[in-house]
C-alpha cells in the first residue's frame, strides 16, 4: 500500500494555469490522476506508466494537461494550462503497481489521495 499526498489546487480564472502534485511514499508504476465533479463519476484525467515511460490522457486534457513525474523524488505532477469552468473538480492522484486497463477506470485502482479542489471561474 503506497500512502499518496495531493497539493497545489486552488482557484484560478478561465485561461489560467495550476500544477497539481502527489507525493507518494513509495514508488509505484503507475500513477494517474482523476476528478470529481459534484453529481459526476470520477473520471481519469491522466496517467503515467515508468516502465516504458507513456503517458496517456483524457480526451478532455490533450493538448492542455501534462502529467509528469520524478522518481527520485516519488512525486507525480499535472500541469493544467488553458483551464476551463469544466475543469472545476476536485483532483486525486491514484497509484497502481502496474498500468491498469483501461487507465481511466477508477475501480483498477487501489491507492487514493485525499483530493486536491480546483476552482475554474469565467
Known amino acids: 500500500q503506497v500512502q499518496l499526498v495531493e497539493s497545489g489546487g486552488g482557484s484560478v480564472q478561465a485561461g489560467g494555469s495550476l500544477r497539481v502534485s502527489c507525493a507518494a511514499s513509495?514508488?509505484?508504476?503507475?500513477m494517474a490522476w482523476f476528478r470529481q465533479a459534484p453529481g459526476k463519476e470520477r473520471e481519469g484525467v491522466a496517467a503515467?506508466?515508468?516502465?516504458?515511460?507513456?503517458?496517456y490522457y483524457a480526451d478532455s486534457a490533450k493538448g492542455r494537461f501534462t502529467i509528469f513525474r520524478d522518481n527520485a523524488k516519488n512525486m507525480v505532477y499535472l500541469q493544467m494550462n488553458d483551464l476551463k469552468p469544466e475543469d472545476t473538480a476536485m483532483y486525486y492522484c491514484?497509484?497502481?503497481?502496474?498500468?491498469?486497463?483501461?487507465?481511466?477506470?477508477?475501480?483498477?485502482?487501489?491507492?487514493w489521495g485525499q483530493g486536491t479542489q480546483v476552482t475554474v471561474s469565467s
Open positions: 503515467i506508466y515508468s516502465t516504458n515511460v507513456s503517458t
Open positions: 491514484a497509484a497502481e503497481r502496474a498500468l491498469p486497463f483501461p487507465w481511466y477506470s477508477q475501480y483498477k485502482y487501489n491507492n
Open positions: 513509495g514508488y509505484s508504476s503507475a
